[in-house]
C-alpha cells in the first residue's frame, strides 16, 4: 500500500509530513526559530475617486526594531496597490508572486489587471498553505469597475468593505475610522484620515511606529507617497556635527609594530625563467 | 483573523488543590469595557448594560457603575458576582468609616488604595477578583481617577479604560481629551468611544448609562441607546463587478 502511494507525485500546497516530528520537538523543549514580523497597522479608505492606502514602517523582530523605515505597500500592478500585514517574508513573497503572475496575464490579455483578480490568485494561494503564510494584507486599487478595498486573512478568507484596518495597530486606527469615516470624502480629506489613523496605530500601539506612508489610486493615477508624514524625528542631533578631530583625545603613549617583517633581500642569482 | 498581541479577559481551568478547596479561575457572567473621564467640574464614566453568560447575552440590564459613599464612583468589567463581592467590601468599609462620626468621609484616592490593596492581595492567594476597576470621584475640589486591574496593577491618569477599551477607546481619548471639558463636550466623546466599541466588541450591547460625579453629587443617568449607522453603498452589493466573489 505504502508503496504505490510513494510512487504518485505530489501534487503541491502544503505538505504536512513534518508537522509531526515538529510537535514532537517542541514537547521536548526545542525552541522553534523565530521569525521577523512586520507588528503593524495598515489601513485602506474607498474615497470619492478611488481608494487610499496606509501603512506604518516599523519592522519587529520581537522586541526589538528590525528596520525604522521598511516599506509595506507592496507593488502589484500600476493601478494596485497592497499593504501586508504579519510575516516579512510572507508579505513580500506572496505579493512579489502575484505581482508576477499578474504582469504575465497582462501580457497574455492585453488588459489592465482587476483587483478580483488580484484577491483570487492570493486568497487562493494562502488557502492552499492552510494559514502557515503569514501574510494579512489590505488590497486596493482601481480598475475597469471601479474602485475596489478588500482584506485578506492569512487562512484566505476575505472582506470586500468600505474601510479596513489590519495589524497589531488595527483596533487603534478602527478607532479613528469608525467615528470618522464617511461616504464621498474628498482626497485631501481621504489622506488626513488615513494619516490620523496610521498616526493612531503608530502612538498606541508598540509594534506600530516611526513613519506614515500613503498611497492614493485613482483611475489611471497613482500616487505613491512614501514617508508622508514623519511624526517621530530624531530629537537631539548635534547642531556641531559628529566629526573628531586628531587633538580631541590626549595620546598617553605610542607604541608601533610592524605587521609583515620586511624580508632581507640577499644578492642571489637571478629566476631561472 | 489576527489581532496581534490583543487578549481579553483570559480563561483558565478550575483546579482542586490537596486540601479539596476549589479555585474558581473562570470568569462566567462577564461584563465588558468601562470608559472613564476627568472633565472641568468632576469625572464622567460610561458603561453599557450587558452581563454575558459565554458568548450568551444573558443580563441586559446589569448596573456595572455604582456611587460609593459621597465621593467615589466604581465601574467594573469582568466578573459580576466579584464585583457585588466588592460592592459588599466597599459597604462594610463605608458603614464603618461613617461610624467613627468624625466628620471626615473616604474619598475615591482612598477607595482606590483600598481596592488595589484587596486585589493584590486575592491575587496572592492565586485567588482573583476577577475584575478590572474604574474608580473615580471629586473631593474638596480635587478630581480622581483610577484604575485597578484583577492582578492589581494600578494607575492614575485623564482618562481610562478597561478591557476592549483600552485598545479601542485610549486612542480616541488620547488625541481628544484636554484639560476643562464641559460635559456635553466630555459626553461627546464618550459616545464616540461607545458607539466604537458597539460596532467592534462582540459582547457590547446598544444600552448605555452615563455617569458623572461633581462636587455636589452623584448622578447616573436612565438607560439610552446610541444610532448606529449601517447604510455604507458598499454594504449593500458588496460583490460588485465580481459576480460570485466574497
Same mark, same amino acid.
Given at each position: 500500500?505504502? $508503496?504505490?502511494?510513494?510512487?504518485?507525485?505530489p501534487k503541491g500546497g502544503f505538505s504536512f509530513d513534518l508537522c509531526r516530528r515538529n510537535d514532537?520537538?517542541v514537547? $521536548?523543549?526545542?525552541?522553534l526559530p523565530g521569525f521577523r514580523k512586520t507588528g503593524t497597522?495598515i489601513?485602506g479608505?474607498?474615497?470619492?475617486?478611488?481608494?487610499?492606502l496606509?501603512a506604518?514602517?516599523?519592522a519587529t523582530e520581537g522586541?526589538?526594531?528590525a528596520d525604522?523605515?521598511c516599506e509595506k505597500i507592496h507593488y502589484m500592478a500600476?493601478?494596485i496597490y497592497c499593504c501586508g500585514a504579519g510575516t516579512a517574508a510572507d508579505t513580500e513573497a506572496v505579493t512579489d508572486m502575484v505581482s508576477s503572475q499578474l504582469q504575465l496575464?497582462?501580457?497574455?490579455?492585453?488588459?489592465?489587471?482587476?483587483v478580483v483578480t488580484t484577491l483570487t490568485l492570493l486568497k487562493s494561494h494562502l488557502f492552499s498553505y492552510q494559514g502557515y503564510v503569514s501574510a494579512a494584507l489590505v488590497l486596493g486599487?482601481?480598475?475597469?469597475?471601479?474602485?475596489?478595498?478588500h482584506t485578506v486573512y492569512p487562512h484566505g478568507s476575505t472582506d470586500?468593505?468600505?474601510?479596513a484596518t489590519m495589524g497589531s495597530?488595527s @483596533?487603534?486606527?478602527?478607532?479613528?475610522?469608525?467615528?470618522?469615516?464617511?461616504?464621498?470624502?474628498?482626497?485631501?480629506?481621504?489622506?488626513? @484620515?488615513?494619516?490620523?489613523?496610521?498616526?493612531?496605530?503608530?502612538?498606541?500601539?508598540?509594534g506600530?511606529?516611526?513613519?506614515?506612508?500613503?498611497?492614493?489610486?485613482? $483611475?489611471?493615477?497613482?500616487?505613491?507617497?512614501?514617508?508622508?508624514?514623519?511624526?517621530?524625528?530624531?530629537?537631539?542631533?548635534?547642531?556641531?556635527?559628529?566629526?573628531?578631530?586628531?587633538?580631541?583625545?590626549?595620546?598617553?603613549?605610542?607604541?608601533?609594530?610592524?605587521? $609583515?617583517?620586511?624580508?632581507?633581500?640577499?644578492?642571489?642569482?637571478?629566476?631561472?625563467? | 483573523m489576527e489581532w496581534g498581541a490583543?487578549?481579553?479577559?483570559?480563561?483558565?481551568?478550575?483546579?482542586?488543590?490537596?486540601?479539596?478547596?476549589?479555585?474558581?479561575?473562570?470568569?462566567?457572567?462577564?461584563?465588558?469595557?468601562?470608559?472613564?473621564?476627568?472633565?472641568?467640574?468632576?469625572?464622567?464614566?460610561?458603561?453599557?448594560?450587558?452581563?454575558?453568560?459565554?458568548?450568551?447575552?444573558?443580563?441586559?440590564?446589569?448596573?456595572?457603575?455604582?456611587?460609593?459613599?459621597?465621593?467615589?464612583?466604581?465601574?467594573?468589567?469582568?466578573?459580576?458576582?466579584?464585583?457585588?463581592?466588592?460592592?459588599?467590601?466597599?459597604?462594610?468599609?463605608?458603614?464603618?468609616?461613617?461610624?467613627?462620626?468624625?466628620?471626615?468621609?473616604?474619598?475615591?484616592?482612598?477607595?482606590?488604595?483600598?481596592?488595589?490593596?484587596?486585589?493584590?492581595?486575592?491575587?496572592?492567594?492565586?485567588?482573583?477578583?476577577?475584575?478590572?476597576?474604574?474608580?473615580?470621584?471629586?473631593?474638596?475640589?480635587?478630581?480622581?481617577?483610577?484604575?485597578?486591574?484583577?492582578?492589581?496593577?494600578?494607575?492614575?491618569?485623564?482618562?481610562?479604560?478597561?478591557?476592549?477599551?483600552?485598545?479601542?477607546?485610549?486612542?480616541?481619548?488620547?488625541?481628544?481629551?484636554?484639560?476643562?471639558?464641559?460635559?456635553?463636550?466630555?459626553?461627546?466623546?464618550?459616545?464616540?468611544?461607545?458607539?466604537?466599541?458597539?460596532?467592534?466588541?462582540?459582547?457590547?450591547?446598544?444600552?448605555?448609562?452615563?455617569?458623572?460625579?461633581?462636587?455636589?453629587?452623584?448622578?447616573?443617568?436612565?438607560?439610552?441607546?446610541?444610532?448606529?449607522?449601517?447604510?455604507?453603498?458598499?454594504?449593500?452589493?458588496?460583490?460588485?463587478?465580481?459576480?460570485?466573489s466574497w
Amino acid at each position: 500500500m505504502a $508503496k504505490a502511494l510513494a510512487d504518485v507525485p505530489p501534487k503541491g500546497g502544503f505538505s504536512f509530513d513534518l508537522c509531526r516530528r515538529n510537535d514532537m520537538l517542541v514537547k $521536548k523543549g526545542i525552541q522553534l526559530p523565530g521569525f521577523r514580523k512586520t507588528g503593524t497597522t495598515i489601513v485602506g479608505l474607498i474615497f470619492e475617486d478611488g481608494v487610499i492606502l496606509g501603512a506604518d514602517t516599523r519592522a519587529t523582530e520581537g522586541p526589538i526594531v528590525a528596520d525604522k523605515n521598511c516599506e509595506k505597500i507592496h507593488y502589484m500592478a500600476p493601478n494596485i496597490y497592497c499593504c501586508g500585514a504579519g510575516t516579512a517574508a510572507d508579505t513580500e513573497a506572496v505579493t512579489d508572486m502575484v505581482s508576477s503572475q499578474l504582469q504575465l496575464h497582462r501580457y497574455a490579455t492585453g488588459r489592465e489587471s482587476r483587483v478580483v483578480t488580484t484577491l483570487t490568485l492570493l486568497k487562493s494561494h494562502l488557502f492552499s498553505y492552510q494559514g502557515y503564510v503569514s501574510a494579512a494584507l489590505v488590497l486596493g486599487g482601481v480598475d475597469v469597475t471601479g474602485p475596489h478595498l478588500h482584506t485578506v486573512y492569512p487562512h484566505g478568507s476575505t472582506d470586500t468593505l468600505p474601510f479596513a484596518t489590519m495589524g497589531s495597530g488595527s @483596533l487603534a486606527a478602527m478607532a479613528v475610522f469608525e467615528s470618522k469615516y464617511k461616504e464621498g470624502l474628498s482626497r485631501e480629506e481621504g489622506i488626513q @484620515l488615513v494619516s490620523e489613523a496610521i498616526c493612531s496605530g503608530i502612538f498606541n500601539d508598540l509594534g506600530s511606529g516611526s513613519n506614515v506612508d500613503v498611497c492614493v489610486i485613482t $483611475k489611471g493615477k497613482t500616487d505613491y507617497l512614501r514617508n508622508h508624514q514623519l511624526p517621530n524625528p530624531r530629537t537631539y542631533v548635534s547642531s556641531r556635527g559628529y566629526s573628531f578631530a586628531k587633538g580631541h583625545t590626549e595620546v598617553l603613549s605610542t607604541k608601533i609594530i610592524p605587521l $609583515k617583517a620586511k624580508p632581507e633581500v640577499a644578492v642571489v642569482d637571478a629566476m631561472e625563467e | 483573523m489576527e489581532w496581534g498581541a490583543v487578549s481579553s479577559e483570559g480563561k483558565e481551568v478550575s483546579t482542586i488543590l490537596e486540601s479539596g478547596s476549589q479555585r474558581t479561575l473562570s470568569p462566567y457572567v462577564t461584563g465588558t469595557s468601562v470608559l472613564g473621564l476627568k472633565y472641568k467640574d468632576g469625572v464622567i464614566m460610561a458603561a453599557d448594560m450587558g452581563g454575558s453568560y459565554g458568548s450568551t447575552l444573558r443580563y441586559k440590564s446589569v448596573e456595572r457603575i455604582k456611587p460609593i459613599g459621597k465621593h467615589t464612583l466604581l465601574g467594573a468589567s469582568g466578573e459580576i458576582s466579584d464585583f457585588q463581592e466588592i460592592l459588599r467590601y466597599l459597604d462594610e468599609l463605608i458603614i464603618y468609616d461613617h461610624m467613627w462620626d468624625d466628620g471626615n468621609s473616604l474619598g475615591p484616592k482612598e477607595v482606590h488604595n483600598y481596592l488595589n490593596r484587596v486585589m493584590y492581595n486575592r491575587r496572592n492567594k492565586f485567588d482573583p477578583l476577577w475584575n478590572s476597576l474604574v474608580v473615580g470621584g471629586v473631593k474638596n475640589g480635587q478630581k480622581y481617577l483610577g484604575m485597578v486591574g484583577m492582578i492589581g496593577t494600578h494607575y492614575e491618569d485623564n482618562h481610562v479604560a478597561t478591557g476592549f477599551g483600552n485598545h479601542l477607546a485610549r486612542p480616541i481619548m488620547r488625541a481628544e481629551w484636554r484639560e476643562d471639558l464641559t460635559f456635553e463636550e466630555a459626553v461627546k466623546i464618550l459616545e464616540k468611544c461607545l458607539l466604537v466599541l458597539l460596532y467592534r466588541d462582540r459582547s457590547a450591547i446598544n444600552k448605555f448609562q452615563i455617569s458623572k460625579i461633581t462636587e455636589e453629587g452623584v448622578t447616573i443617568s436612565e438607560p439610552y441607546a446610541l444610532k448606529t449607522n449601517w447604510d455604507f453603498s458598499a454594504f449593500q452589493n458588496p460583490t460588485k463587478g465580481a459576480e460570485g466573489s466574497w
